[in-house]
């Protein structure tokens, strides 16, 4: 699809006109009729809030019914537009990327909870976007704000989840990466009993979001452990959809020890991870009897692939982690479920996370139109190469995985082995040689 990646649409900001998001509108319409209702909301960046309003005036102009929600985290509009009875949530975020980006995230309801959008909706969206058919828009006034009353609802959601838990004691380090979660994060760890260090945390639409901070910068929080000698660290992404974590030394806990913590924890006999996974968490899986089911890289995926294989647990390294009985990934409840455990064990972070052995690891990324992307899949050449640079890795015990992005205009090149600096060589012989093979 031209629009739909592996995540909903995802582009610069600018490319959202009032012309497309009226067209995003009047496809879902196409795909589920027009007596439907629609939870929008968004996070903090500051072309969500123009956008919003957009699909609000879209809404009008086709006479759907729906409500505004402000900012809050894509998982808790992913709960609150069915529990309050909505069809479909519009989410507008564009996670992880730079303020100058942003992007459409659509749920459905599915049998007992909101699930993405499904492949027939994608394409039918799909279909109105490429359609030259333009519309007379209405104007529009956001006819109520469920802000509140939703923030509300997920927060007495999440400590359902959790159920009995106190945090007192715990020193904690938040970086909110100036997203949506700045809306509750604090409120929630300190209504646990943490001591909570807050950092990132513009709770307003800003142009801060995800800028040298969050999950995909990790050196701020890193440092604000160390230095206040804190018990471990959170740093949630733009939408607070994932999490990675900081131990009280400052090392880094990726999704893959996550995932290993909770499963061993909650005494799980399967787990769902995508190609992306180190291969310390595939041996450890192996070494304790773990089925592991290995999907393609995106959430969705996993989630596919957990109701299908009843599976409780699945997520990716990233810090996209789906925990037992949820829908999707949730950032700020993997932080609070593995602050439990901390809490529970009386053990540090740094112990529970070795419980798997991280193979060397490393990630190049390449520059690629969308045309590049696609010979990276029909080329010849391209394969050939491929192939030849999964024989020099057996040297390492390695293994190779490329990919095009599902959200950006890259090429990823990941490399794993047992020798760091001989698979960062390779990994970057191969950047070059892919450049110059496309």
Known sequence: MQYFGTDGIRQKAEDFTPEFLTKIVRGLIDYAGDEIKVFL???????????????????????????????????????????MGFDFAIDVTASHNPYTDNGIKIFERGKTSGVKLCEKGCKTIETALLSEKTYALS?????????????????????????????KNLKIGLDCANGAT????????????????????????????????GSTHLEPLKDLVKKNQLDF????????????????????????????????????DAIAITVMANQGLLNWAEENHLKTEITAVGDSNVATAMREKNIQLGGEQSGHIILPNEPTGDGLLTALMITKIVAETKKPLSELAHLITKFPQVIVNLPATPEQKANLKTSESVKKLLLDYDEKLKTVSGRLLVRPSGTENLIRITMWGNDESIISTLANYLRNELERSL
């Open 182 to 213: 700045s809306v509750i994060n604090q409120t929630i760890f300190e209504a646990l009993g943490a001591n909570v260090t807050l950092i990132n945390s513009n709770l307003h639409y800003n142009t801060e979001i995800n800028a040298n901070c």
């Open 41 to 83: 909301a968004g996070d903090t960046r500051e072309s969500t809030e123009w956008i919003l309003s957009d699909l609000a005036t879209a809404c009008e102009t086709f006479g759907v019914e729906y409500s505004c929600a402000g900012v809050l985290p894509t998982p808790a509009i992913n709960y609150c537009f069915y529990e």
């Open 139 to 167: 104007s529009a006034t956001i006819r109520e704000d469920l802000h509140t009353e939703a923030l509300e609802l997920y927060e007495n959601h999440l400590k359902t989840y959790l159920g009995t838990a106190d945090f």
């Open 233 to 268: 660290g959170i740093a949630f992404d733009g939408d607070g959809d994932r999490c990675l974590m900081v131990d009280e030394t400052g090392e880094t806990i990726d999704g893959d020890e996550i995932i290993a913590i909770l499963a061993h924890h909650l005494n799980l």
